[in-house]
């Protein structure tokens, strides 16, 4: 029997040779690891309470991508933070301005095969290179830091088959978007997309990149492709051709299901507001008016992408209604982009130039006016997430928002006919890693004021008696547990600052409800927590007393995140959800805990943890326990 590639890749990651079972708990090797500004800072304050000298991975990277606003000292702060505890430890460190983390891992340092931990939900981007590239809560990555393996449990390997060719103004955006109306948000949870055939050895691995991207919209462990001649070719240009290795599933390999996808049948796509899984067929959306179009994101930020959108507005001026603003993924592609025209070309356009680094994406800067229709080349539109709560998010194609940005409305594309100049690649690519610094072990730790150290959590008691402070509904997201956005992001490293702000966007009162309670629970529907790796959604909460949360069901890097820092995720069913309401006292009995039972008043639950999970639990979270 032959095995998949992420069977081939896990196989030379443990220890023990035989691959564990479906569901079965592991642990894998892990070979690097990346962090970026917004969660690396707690990700190394937990790395630094555990006492090494050298982190002991084979490399580490942190990076400053989505913190780079600077309305203030702190963000500042955060940066010189960072790069002395990379300094110190032995982490490479790449400046802010150098480009999104997912972005830059591509280009510089990912390589076929390799394993990679990032705190980052979108880590997954480097599956784009063959690399087995998962994200997780800041802690496991602090533990992976520290050489210890990442646990994880064997999930389902899911064959992506794409066969024919995508036709105009289509393209790998709309085959993501395709695969989400599918499988929808949650359909991804313990599940591996390995992608194959004629239709994903065509794909170059900026189009790879972006459908690897977004398996982080479905819940996906992880996606992945196969290492290529297409790979090849994307590293010999990135003068790394000797990171190469070929890496194939075998002929017979077995998977758990295939989801066959012919792409000429797939149609130009568009998520619409406030999930990435509301995806509709463009053309419903004809007629509708735009105020403003973003092209960028560690989604579509490629040079590739830069140059398609330049190809259609070459010579063109953008709608006199858009603001129109493209965010380059990297200092290389924003130097190339400059060498090209492509940027001169974008400039004449109308285009505003951001930074190359995160920025609208995680609403630092140019929040859309009150109201408005903004259409965008990024991953997530949540409510709120641009920083203004009335506007209206609708994720796109690099091709499909440069013709928007052009009509100023969504327009049929039978009627129109725009040229796509056919993209080459350009025979050399601009590599200069100058701006990401290697340790010297020599600096001190900096710690500005606004860094602060991480509370300290009790164990848990075995019977509680607490009131439910919430109740939601399915699908709540990180953004809505704890926002970011150009006001609030400045305090990832200060959690009593940040702790003003959580459900901030819908529920303003949840701090002082919090306080008021000492202790209490939350009740909600499916997926709670998808999206985010951040941490802080579950280290907030619990700081305003969370003890237990009961949910339909948990997306994967919250509910970890939550064991982590010693709040309980308890499943619960349907039947228990619709009985229990907001403000009604309810009785936890954790006493069988041991034995995977909790008591909910009368009701018996049956839990899913492991023992390891049930022991950090008890202790209160994982920090407690190491
Ligand atoms: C995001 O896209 O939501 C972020 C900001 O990149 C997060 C990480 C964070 O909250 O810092 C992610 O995707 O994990
Ligand atoms: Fe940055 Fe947005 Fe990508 Fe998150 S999704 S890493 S905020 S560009």
Redesign the pocket.
């Known amino acids: 029997m032959g095995y998949t590639l992420t069977e081939k890749i896990i196989y030379s990651h443990i220890k023990d040779k035989t691959l564990p079972k479906k569901n079965e708990e592991f642990y894998l090797d892990i070979d690097y690891t990346l962090t ?1 500004d ?2 690396g800072t707690l990700v190394y304050l937990e790395f630094m309470s555990m006492g090494l000298e050298t982190v002991r991975t084979k490399l580490s990277l942190s990076f400053v991508d ?1 913190n780079t606003l600077q309305t203030g000292f702190e963000n500042a702060d955060d940066h010189l933070f960072l790069e002395t505890v990379a300094d110190k430890y032995g982490i490479l460190f790449s400046k802010a301005g150098n480009g999104i983390c997912h972005q830059v891992m591509l280009e510089r340092f990912t390589k076929p095969g390799i394993t990679l931990l990032g ?4 880590t997954p981007t480097s599956g784009a290179l063959g690399a087995l590239a998962i ?1 997780a809560g800041g802690l496991d990555v602090a533990v992976a830091l520290s050489g210890k393996p990442f646990k994880m449990k064997m999930p389902e390997i899911v064959n992506i088959k794409l066969t024919g060719k995508l036709k105009k103004y289509v393209s790998a955006k709309d085959i993501v978007l395709e695969v989400i109306k599918r499988v929808g948000t949650k359909g991804g949870l313990n599940k591996i997309f390995e992608y194959s055939g004629d239709g994903a050895s065509a794909l170059s691995v900026f189009e790879r990149a972006t459908i690897c991207n977004m398996g ?1 919209e479905m819940g996906l462990t992880s996606s992945i492709f196969e290492s290529d001649t297409k790979t090849l070719e994307f590293l010999k240009l990135e003068k790394r051709s000797e990171d190469y290795i070929e890496l194939k599933a075998d002929e017979d390999a077995i998977y758990d299901s295939i989801i066959n996808i012919n792409l000429e049948e797939v149609e130009p796509l568009v998520a619409c507001p406030y999930s990435p899984g509301n995806v509709k067929p463009l053309k419903e959306l004809i007629g509708l008016k735009v105020d403003q179009v973003l092209i960028g994101s ?1 989604t579509n930020s490629s040079y590739k992408d830069m140059a398609t959108v330049a190809s259609i507005l070459k010579g063109k001026k953008v709608s006199s209604d858009v603001s129109f603003g493209i965010n380059p993924g990297s200092r290389q592609v924003l130097k190339m982009m400059s060498d090209s025209g492509v940027l001169s070309t974008l400039i004449s356009a109308g285009a505003r130039i951001l930074e190359s680094s ?1 920025g609208p ?2 609403g630092m800067g140019q929040a859309p006016r009150t109201d408005s229709v903004s259409f965008r080349t990024y ?2 539109n949540f409510l709120g ?1 641009s920083s203004t709560l009335s506007a209206k998010v609708y994720i796109v194609s690099p091709i499909i928002a440069s013709i928007i940005a052009l009509y100023g409305e969504v327009v049929d594309l039978d009627k129109i006919d725009i040229n796509l100049d056919e993209f080459t690649t350009p025979s050399t690519f601009d590599i200069d890693d100058s701006m990401i610094l290697a340790p010297s072990f020599k600096k001190d730790v900096i710690m500005g004021p606004n860094i602060t150290p991480i509370p300290k959590f009790d164990k848990l008691e075995k019977k509680l008696n607490l009131p439910i402070i919430l109740k939601l509904k399915d699908d709540i997201s ?2 809505d547990i704890m926002p ?1 956005g150009a006001k609030i992001l400045p305090f ?1 490293s200060n959690i009593e600052k940040l702790s003003d702000f959580s459900f901030y966007n819908f529920f303003k009162g949840f701090k002082a409800k919090a306080l008021e309670n000492k202790n209490s629970v939350i009740l909600a529907g499916l997926n709670y927590g998808q ?4 941490e ?1 959604a579950s280290i907030i909460p619990r700081y305003l007393g969370i003890r237990a949360i009961l949910a339909l069901s948990f997306s994967r ?1 919250h509910r970890q995140n939550l064991i982590n820092f010693g709040i309980v995720p308890i499943e619960i069913s349907a039947n228990l959800y619709e009985s229990l309401n907001e403000d009604e006292l309810i009785n936890l009995d954790f006493s069988n805990l041991d034995k995977n039972i909790v008591y909910i008043n009368d009701d018996e639950v049956k839990t899913s943890f492991t023992q390891n999970e049930i022991d950090i639990l008890k202790e209160g979270g994982l920090l407690n326990t190491i």
């Open positions: 970026q917004a969660t989505h705190s980052d939900s979108h994200g982080a560690c995160c994406c995680i991953n997530r997430r990180t953004d970011a990832r999206g985010s790796s951040r802080h890097i």
